[in-house]
């Protein structure tokens, strides 16, 4: 019995596995091939100077050759572009004329990003008001059969864009998905979820484009962007009187007939299917799931030290 379990799961995990590895080899060529400088360039400029300026510091994080590339990228955005941030362009000169030479390496031009000694902005909510909306934000399943408007989809693109990053990658895009046909079918590939997931008004998927990522050492950081993405959204959608609940959904083995909806939604092969919700204004009052009290779920400095 033992067994044939070890075996199920090895033969699980080596198709995974391989298909893993496939979304990460398309998405690395086609990074590599350029496809996102187009899109972007100040944001890759400040990527590829992070990854840069890091190297410097700390070579043994990347290899000398994806420095190398990083620097060829870096060299070809200022030599083309012509509306780069002063301050940026300043920035990244500095730490490519620093890895050309192998200077030492000094912090007398900081990130343009970081700014020290500053205030800050005081918050627009006061921190009891966001634990209200932190405990009143849940899941809900029963929707109301009406579309969500165009400025309620802006409003999510961008309670989703705001959210963290790993390195401000930025790598998550929105499908709202409502054709009434093509939502069935999506619907049936939600594993835990099918019967609610086919009446919401919307199914919103959370994709990531995972090419800026190292495999395997940030396989999952793509869902955990998506992961952050996801929280936005769901705390949005409290406030705008829109239901929403999640769906456990990835490309790391949790979609049924993945390669299907793909093909139906033209999602790129070199893109991370990463999160789905179902979306739509709802009445229903869902009854408290009580949290295990917060006191319960910290420990000072080691696990287990109260
Ligand atoms: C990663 C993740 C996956 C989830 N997947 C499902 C799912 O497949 N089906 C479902 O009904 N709820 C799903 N949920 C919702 C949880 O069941 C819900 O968050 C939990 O029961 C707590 O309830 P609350 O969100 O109302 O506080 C998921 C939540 C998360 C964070």
Redesign the pocket.
């Known amino acids: 019995m033992r067994a044939l379990l070890y075996a199920s799961i090895l033969r699980k995990a080596a198709v995974q596995y391989v298909r893993e590895i496939r979304y990460f080899l398309k998405a690395k060529q086609r990074y590599v091939d350029g496809a996102g400088l187009e899109n972007n360039p100040n944001l890759i400029l400040r990527k590829k100077t992070h990854h840069l300026e890091r190297y410097l510091f700390s070579p043994a994080s990347y290899t000398p050759e994806f420095a190398e590339d990083s620097a060829d990228i870096i060299e070809k955005i200022l030599e083309n572009r012509k509306d780069i941030p002063v301050d940026q362009e300043k920035w990244a000169r500095k730490i490519l004329g620093e890895f050309k030479g192998r200077t030492e390496h000094t912090s007398s031009v900081v990130c343009p990003m970081l700014k020290n000694n500053v205030t800050p902005a005081q918050s627009p909510v006061a921190a009891e008001k966001l634990i209200e909306l932190l405990r009143q934000?849940?899941?809900r399943?029963i929707f109301i059969d009406a579309s969500l408007t165009k400025a309620e989809k802006i409003a999510i693109c961008n309670a989703a864009q705001y959210a963290p990053s790993s390195c401000n990658r930025q790598t998550i895009y929105l499908i709202f998905v409502e054709e009434p046909k093509l939502k069935e079918f999506v619907a049936s590939t939600?594993?835990?979820?099918y019967q609610?997931f086919s009446k919401a008004p919307c199914i919103l998927l959370l994709v990531s484009d995972a090419g800026d990522y190292r495999y395997p050492d940030d396989r999952v950081i793509p869902f955990m962007d998506g992961?952050a993405a996801a929280e936005n959204v769901y705390l949005l959608c409290e406030t705008m009187g829109l239901g929403c609940?999640?769906?456990?959904?990835s490309s790391f083995g949790s979609i049924i007939n993945e390669d299907k909806l793909r093909q139906k939604l033209g999602i790129p092969d070199t893109h991370l299917i990463v999160?789905c919700l179902a979306i739509g204004r709802s009445r229903q009052v869902?009854c408290d799931?009580p949290r295990e009290p917060a006191e319960n779920r910290f420990w000072n400095n080691y696990y287990g030290n109260s």
Request: aromatic share 16%; glycine share 16%; net charge positive.
């Open positions: 934000r849940r899941s399943r939600v594993p835990g979820g609610f992961a609940c999640w769906g456990s959904y999160s869902v799931i």
